[in-house]
C-alpha cells in the first residue's frame, strides 16, 4: 500500500482536474450541546466553542484510517495532543464500503464512527443518507467544482495511482513485465475495485495502460484476468504486514500509501520502487465527512475543522498527499519546507473520472470483476 518520497518536480494534481436500521438516540450530552445541528464553526459560537464541547464528549470514533495512509498516524497524535481527547480508531484497513456497513451496523451506539475518509464512488452513493452538513472554516478555499454545495462530503487529500515494489525484484518498465514468472504470487490490488477506490483505479490505470479509456475498464479486468491465469495475482488486501512479509511484494496503490513502505525498506536497507504507466496517470480525491448520527457531534466537527488546516494539511502532505488546499497554502506561505520538500509546490495534472464514468466502470466490475480474478 505505501510509497516513496514525491521530488519537488512530481505529480501533484491539480484541483482543476476533477467527484432499515434502527433510530439514533442522542446522548444527554449530545442534546445539551446541540452540536448534532451545527452546519459550521461560526453556527456554533467559533472553533473553541466546538472544542470544549468535544472536550466533554472525551471521544472521537475514527475509522478506516490507517496509521500509515498519507500520515494518518501524525493527524491522529496531534490532534489528541491539542485537544485532549481519546481517538478511538476502528477498521483501519476498511474499505470506504466497510465504513458504511459498520455505520449502519453501529448505529444508535456510542462505537458507531463519527466522521468518514471516503473514496467518491463509494461516498457519493450514500450523499443524502450518511452525512450531516457541515462547512469548514476554510470552505472558500476548496473549489466549488469539487465539493458537495451542503458541505456533506468534502475532498480532502489525493494521489496518483502507480505500481509499488520490491526493488529486489529489478526494475518494472512496462505494465506486462508484471505478466513474468519471477511474480508469481505476490502481486496485489489495494481492495476491491467494486468497493474500494483505490481498486476502482488501480483498474482505471491499468486499463489506460493496456490500450483501453476511463470509459471502458474492460481491457483493464482483461489484463488482470491475464496476470490471474499465470498465477502472478493474488486476491489479498495488501498492507504493512503483507509487505514485510514478502506477501506482497507488488502492490497497486496511490503515491501517498508508498511513501511509508519506502522509509520502512530504506531503513533497514532495502529499497521499494514506484512504477507509474506513461499515459496512464489517474488521480482521485477522498473526502470527509460528519456522521448524521455521530455520537460525538463536536468532537466529529472540530477533527473536521482540524484536517482542513495548515496544521493537518501540511501532515497529509509529509505523507506524500496533496491537500486540497495545498494551492492556497502555497499561495499564503503556510505550506511547511518539510512538507514542500515531500510533494513539491507545483501542480500537475493527472486523469480523474467523471461521477458517470466511475458509475459505468462500478456496474461493469460488478458483473465481471468476480469472475475474471476470483473473489477475496
Not at 182 to 211: E, I, Q, R
Not at 241 to 266: E, P
Not at 340 to 349: D, L, P, R
Amino acid at each position: 500500500m505505501k510509497f516513496n518520497k514525491l521530488t519537488k518536480s512530481a505529480v501533484v494534481l491539480s484541483v482543476a482536474a476533477v467527484l432499515a436500521v434502527p433510530t439514533f438516540a442522542a446522548s444527554s450530552a449530545n442534546a445539551a450541546s446541540k452540536a448534532d445541528t451545527w452546519t459550521s464553526a461560526k453556527q456554533a459560537g467559533g472553533i473553541a466553542k466546538i472544542a470544549a464541547e468535544c472536550k466533554k464528549e472525551g471521544q472521537l470514533n475514527i475509522i478506516a484510517t490507517p496509521v500509515d495512509w498519507a500520515n494518518y498516524g501524525e493527524i491522529i497524535n496531534n490532534f489528541k495532543k491539542k485537544y485532549k481527547v481519546k481517538i478511538d480508531s476502528n477498521i483501519p484497513d476498511g474499505s470506504s464500503q466497510d465504513e458504511i456497513d459498520q455505520a449502519n451496523a453501529l448505529k444508535g451506539t456510542k462505537r458507531s464512527p463519527d466522521v468518514f475518509d471516503m473514496g467518491t464512488t463509494v461516498g457519493y452513493k450514500y450523499i443524502d443518507t450518511h452525512y450531516a452538513p457541515y462547512k469548514v472554516t476554510n470552505w472558500a478555499k476548496i473549489p466549488a467544482n469539487l465539493k458537495d454545495p451542503q458541505g456533506r462530503l468534502t475532498p480532502n487529500y489525493t494521489g496518483v495511482m502507480t505500481i509499488g515494489y520490491d526493488g529486489a525484484l529489478g526494475t518494472i518498465t512496462k505494465l506486462d513485465d508484471l505478466l513474468d514468472p519471477k511474480f508469481k504470487g505476490v502481486v496485489a490490488l489495494n481492495g476491491d475495485p467494486t468497493k474500494a477506490s483505490a481498486g476502482l483505479n488501480g483498474l482505471f490505470m491499468t486499463s489506460l495502460a493496456s490500450g483501453g479509456t476511463l470509459d471502458d475498464v474492460s481491457k483493464g479486468v482483461e489484463w488482470f484476468k491475464k496476470l490471474k491465469a499465470a498465477g502472478n495475482f493474488i486476491n489479498v488486501d495488501p498492507n504493512t504486514a503483507t509487505i514485510d512479509s514478502g506477501q506482497t511484494r507488488v502492490v497497486f496503490d496511490w503515491t501517498y500509501n508508498h511513501k511509508s513502505h519506502s522509509d520502512r525498506f530504506k531503513a533497514a536497507g532495502k529499497s521499494w520502487k514506484t512504477f507509474t504507466p506513461k499515459g496512464a496517470e489517474v488521480g482521485s480525491w477522498y473526502n470527509a465527512g460528519v456522521s448524521k448520527w455521530a455520537p460525538h457531534p463536536a468532537c466529529a466537527r472540530l477533527w473536521m475543522e482540524f484536517l482542513y488546516t495548515a496544521e493537518g494539511s501540511n501532515s497529509w502532505a509529509k505523507g506524500g498527499a496533496s491537500p486540497v488546499i495545498w494551492p492556497m497554502m502555497i499561495k499564503d506561505k503556510t505550506a511547511s519546507k518539510d512538507a514542500i520538500a515531500v510533494i513539491g509546490s507545483g501542480t500537475g495534472v493527472a486523469r480523474v473520472a467523471s461521477a458517470a464514468q466511475l458509475a459505468a466502470a462500478n456496474t461493469y466490475l460488478v458483473a465481471n470483476w468476480a469472475a475474471a480474478v476470483g473473489t477475496r
